[in-house]
T-cell receptor, first 115, second 111 residues
Framework: DTGVSQDPRHKITKRGQNVTFRCDPI?????LYWYRQTLGQGPEFLTY????????KSRLLSDRFSAERPKGSFSTLEIQRTEQGDSAMYLC?????????????FGPGTRLLVL | EDQVTQSPEALRLQEGESSSLNCSYT??????LFWYRQDPGKGPEFLFT???AGEEKEKERLKATLTKKESFLHITAPKPEDSATYLC????????????FGTGTRLKVLA
């Protein structure tokens, strides 16, 4: 399967703990996005990478959140000192840089529950 | 500010009962409008990309159309397996590539 993959699929943690999620985009897709989705809502943009450069961050991305994409391949999203409000589905998407309109292809998501 | 509104929030149809889902959008300039299907606990699955007013795309029982202010997803003779949440998103020309999503329409097709 050559789609976007995310790991882990599920994570349960206690408030105050740190968690890290991984996203592997479709091969040769150089744009990568992170979104957060809560129950009954559409995905909300968090951040965007073009290759290894983080080009945009949402104001939703507080200083407890950090994302990286070393070498422009996989990406990690870390949440420090988790809070119950961080409970959500974290989605990763990738797209090739072809100019014009680019369709984003989503992974299966990582569901986070903070107790 | 770019905004997407989907209606209805939820829709129950009998198998074979055709209907339409609405996506109204406000964007400074539209680069593209996208429809996704999302099953519970899974990531969104791409359905259609629409670029300009008047454009239409079809896939099996689904047909997406676009005007300057809204898009419709028409479902013809739906089956129970079409039950899912349908998400609409827009990408503006403001220089960023992020999507702005609506809250989705939860569709339930009864056998």
């Amino acid at each position: 399967d050559t789609g976007v993959s995310q790991d882990p699929r599920h994570k349960i943690t206690k408030r105050g703990q740190n968690v890290t999620f991984r996203c592997d985009p479709i091969s040769e897709h150089n744009r990568l996005y992170w979104y957060r989705q809560t129950l009954g809502q559409g995905p909300e943009f968090l951040t965007y990478f073009q290759n290894e450069a983080q080009l945009e961050k949402s104001r939703l991305l507080s200083d407890r959140f950090s994302a990286e994409r070393p070498k422009g391949s996989f990406s990690t999203l870390e949440i420090q000192r988790t809070e119950q409000g961080d409970s959500a589905m974290y989605l990763c998407a990738s797209t090739p840089e072809v100019g014009g309109v680019e369709t984003q292809y989503f992974g299966p998501g990582t569901r986070l529950l903070v107790l | 500010e770019d905004q997407v509104t989907q209606s209805p929030e939820a829709l129950r149809l009998q198998e074979g009962e055709s209907s339409s889902l609405n996506c109204s959008y406000t964007v400074s300039g539209l680069r593209g409008l996208f429809w996704y299907r999302q099953d519970p606990g899974k990531g969104p699955e791409f359905l259609f990309t629409l670029y300009s007013a008047g454009e239409e795309k079809e896939k099996e029982r689904l047909k997406a159309t676009l005007t300057k202010k809204e898009s419709f997803l028409h479902i013809t003779a739906p089956k129970p397996e079409d039950s899912a949440t349908y998400l609409c998103a827009v990408q503006g020309i403001s220089g960023t590539y992020k999507y702005i999503f609506g809250t989705g329409t939860r569709l339930k097709v009864l056998a």
